[in-house]
């Protein structure tokens, strides 16, 4: 855990159900998709260290696991939250449509200026099947000041790992703790565990 040096960014994944939280994170993590997540990888949080020009910085990684479908996740949950990320699938509707009507909502309420919000249109390799159009998406980032990158945890991992990183370095800069113009250098030092047993998110 946080031995006083670095500092923590907690990111979270929210989004409807089948979405792909789960695996977009699996591959933030391991670089691979593997098509079936087992229900028994129900962890919530893991934990990964990254570098920014030298500085170390804890990053937690929540998933929210089967508690979408009861929307239980707690505002509390929320409030400390540091990058929020909404995730859609891009062939269903509703999910992007939950997001707006939502998901938003429900982090504006508690969250802090400092935050950084950022969308996620995931299963981009299913783009023949495509139903919520990138335009709509887009505006919808930039209402809210956030940022908008359409993703594929099956045929893309390093796509949504970048968008992360992106998501941190704006994190950084909105908080001053990096000047824009600088040479930021920043890479993961090292990955990861699973904190699951020892925190729940969402009681
Ligand atoms: P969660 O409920 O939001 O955590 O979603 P999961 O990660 O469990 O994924 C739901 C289903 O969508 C699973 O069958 C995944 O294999 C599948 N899936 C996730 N991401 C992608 C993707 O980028 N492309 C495709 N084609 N399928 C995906
Ligand atoms: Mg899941």
Not at 48 to 73: A, F, M, P
Not at 152 to 168: D, Q, R
Request: glycine share 4%.
């Amino acid at each position: 855990m946080n031995n006083g040096k670095e500092e923590k960014i907690k990111i979270i994944l929210l989004g409807e159900p089948s979405t792909g939280k789960t695996s977009l994170i699996k591959v933030y993590l391991n670089d691979k998709f593997t098509e079936d997540v087992p229900s028994s990888l129900s962890s919530s949080f893991f934990q990964s260290v990254i570098t920014v020009n030298e500085k170390k910085y804890l990053i937690d990684l929540w998933d929210t696991v089967g508690q979408e479908n009861y929307r239980s996740i707690t505002q509390h949950f929320i409030r400390d939250t540091n990058i929020v990320i909404f995730v859609y699938d891009i062939t269903e509707k509703h999910t992007f449509n939950e997001i707006e009507n939502y998901w938003i909502d429900k982090v504006k309420e508690v969250l802090n200026d400092s935050a950084i919000l950022g969308i996620a249109g995931n299963k981009e390799d299913l783009y023949e099947k495509e139903v919520v159009e990138e335009d709509k998406a887009e505006k919808l980032a930039k209402k809210i000041g956030g940022f908008f990158k359409k993703t594929s945890a099956k045929e893309n991992p390093k796509e949504f790992k970048t968008f992360v990183k992106m998501l941190i370095e704006q994190f950084l800069l909105k908080n001053n703790k990096i000047i824009k113009g600088n040479n930021i250098i920043l890479n993961e030092s090292s990955i990861i565990e699973d904190k699951n047993k020892k925190k729940k998110c969402c009681i």
